[in-house]
C-alpha cells in the first residue's frame, strides 16, 4: 500500500514542472506578466515594474491597473529633457502581437499614489491588469530595496 502511494506521489512531483509548462501557455489572448516587482518608498507614492509579452496574434491594449494598496494607479512614461525628468500619464498602452514591453526605472512605470501604507522591502503589492481583449491579468510584486533597478 505505501509502495503504490510513493509511487502516485514521485509520479505527481515528475509531473508538476510538465503541468506549470502547459498551464504557462494558458494565457488569455498570449499575454504574459512577469518579473513584477516594486520599489521601497519614503512618501505617499511608490512605483512598480514588470514585463508584458504578447505572444498571440492580435493587438491587446493594457487600458487599466489597480491596485489596494493606493487610492489611484496610473500608467506613467518618463523622460529626460536635459536635466528635466518629465513624467506623463497614459491612458493606455498598446501590446502589439509579438512585442515585449518593459516597464522598468527611468522608462515606463506604474505611479501608486496616496498608498496607504509606506512600501517595505519584504511586503508585496497586489495589482490588477486589464487588457482590452485578454481581460484581467494579476500579478504580486515583491517590494525590493530603493536602489534596486537603479541604472
Known amino acids: 500500500m505505501f509502495a503504490v502511494i510513493r509511487l502516485f506521489l ?3 512531483v515528475l509531473q508538476t514542472p510538465f503541468l506549470a509548462a502547459l498551464h504557462a501557455d494558458e494565457v488569455p489572448g498570449g499575454i ?3 518579473d513584477p516587482w516594486a520599489r521601497a518608498s ?3 507614492s511608490g512605483a512598480a515594474y514588470f514585463t508584458i509579452e504578447n505572444s498571440g496574434n492580435e493587438d491587446d491594449i493594457l487600458v ?5 494598496a493606493a487610492e489611484t494607479v496610473e500608467m506613467h512614461t ?3 529633457d536635459g536635466m528635466v525628468m518629465k513624467m506623463r500619464k497614459l491612458s493606455e498602452l498598446p501590446v502589439k502581437a509579438g512585442e515585449t514591453v518593459k516597464f522598468a526605472p527611468g522608462g515606463l512605470h506604474i505611479m501608486l499614489i ?6 517595505r522591502e519584504g511586503m508585496s503589492v497586489s495589482m490588477t491588469l ?3 481583449k485578454a481581460g484581467e491579468v494579476h500579478v ?3 517590494v525590493q530595496a530603493a536602489g534596486h533597478g537603479a541604472h
Open 10 to 12: 514521485l509520479a505527481l
Open 32 to 34: 504574459r506578466v512577469s
Open 42 to 44: 519614503v512618501t505617499a
Open 64 to 68: 487599466a491597473v489597480r491596485s489596494d
Open 78 to 80: 518618463m523622460t529626460m
Open 114 to 119: 496616496r498608498l496607504k501604507e509606506p512600501l
Open 130 to 132: 486589464t487588457f482590452e
Open 140 to 142: 504580486t510584486a515583491p
